[in-house]
């Protein structure tokens, strides 16, 4: 059964640190994404990894993944107010998608 | 990108009776995921809607509860029956792309707030 982890769950930070979010996952995966959503909206995407060593940048976001050690991280640079948000990865074989428990990110001011 | 339309957005509904959700896509997709989101937590799959085939559901759900329809390959519809207060949730219709570099990735619509009194 595949299970996704994440760490952590819930995390609090001054604007302008840096931070990371890790996202582990149990069993073979062929894609891992990273989602964020916004208190009472759906999900929006924003990073689709697919191979291992696999690093995409958008913003002051910073996702990579690492296969072998079933290991992907969601790097937070100089953060922001408008980056809080529930932060979740998702782990998918073929049509299955698993998804972690989310990351719940507030950046203080 | 796949755009996909729910509604209602949100509802209140009483203890006891049902609700139905429904679900549009701007394009044909084999597949469409129902998917549950509980204040809090994050997301458990509810079933698999195929067109012209029963639903799939996931360990934990039955189609008593949670009638699926899939007429066709841009629309399905999803029930929540004889609902109770512990049904209050976000439910997400979902499909995964299938052109291009969207291939692959599993987009949302915008979600229905389900909150039963």
């Known amino acids: 059964e595949l299970k996704v982890e994440q760490n952590p769950l819930f995390l609090s930070m001054q604007e302008g640190k840096n931070y990371t979010i890790y996202c582990n996952y149990s069993?073979?995966?062929?894609?891992l994404y990273w989602y964020r959503q916004d208190p009472g909206k759906s999900l929006e995407s924003l990073f689709v990894?697919?191979?291992?060593?696999a690093v995409k940048q958008e913003g002051r976001l910073m996702a990579s993944l690492d296969t072998k050690a079933r290991l992907s991280t969601l790097h937070i640079t100089a953060a922001v107010h408008d980056l809080s948000a529930t932060y979740f990865c998702?782990?998918?074989?073929?049509?299955?998608?698993?998804f972690g428990p989310g990351t719940r990110l507030s950046v203080l001011p | 990108s796949a755009v996909i339309s729910q509604k209602p957005s949100r509802d209140i509904c009483q203890r006891g009776t049902s609700l139905t959700i429904q679900c549009q896509v701007d394009?044909?997709?084999?597949?469409m995921f129902w998917y549950r989101q509980q204040p809090g937590q994050s997301l458990t799959l509810i079933a698999t809607?195929?067109?012209?085939?029963?639903?799939?559901?996931e360990s934990g759900f039955v189609i008593d509860k949670f009638p699926i329809s899939r007429p066709n390959l841009t629309f399905s519809t999803l029930t929540v029956s004889n609902m109770s207060p512990e049904d209050s949730s976000i439910y997400l219709c979902?499909?995964?792309?299938?052109?291009?570099?969207?291939?692959?990735?599993?987009?949302f619509g915008e979600g229905s707030r389900l909150t039963v009194l």
């Open positions: 809607a195929n067109q012209g085939s029963e639903a799939t559901y």
């Open positions: 998702a782990s998918a074989y073929g049509q299955n998608f698993v």
């Open positions: 394009s044909q997709v084999t597949m």
């Open positions: 990894l697919l191979s291992n060593g």
């Open positions: 069993t073979t995966s062929d894609r």
């Open positions: 979902s499909v995964v792309g299938t052109s291009g570099s969207n291939t692959g990735e599993l987009f």
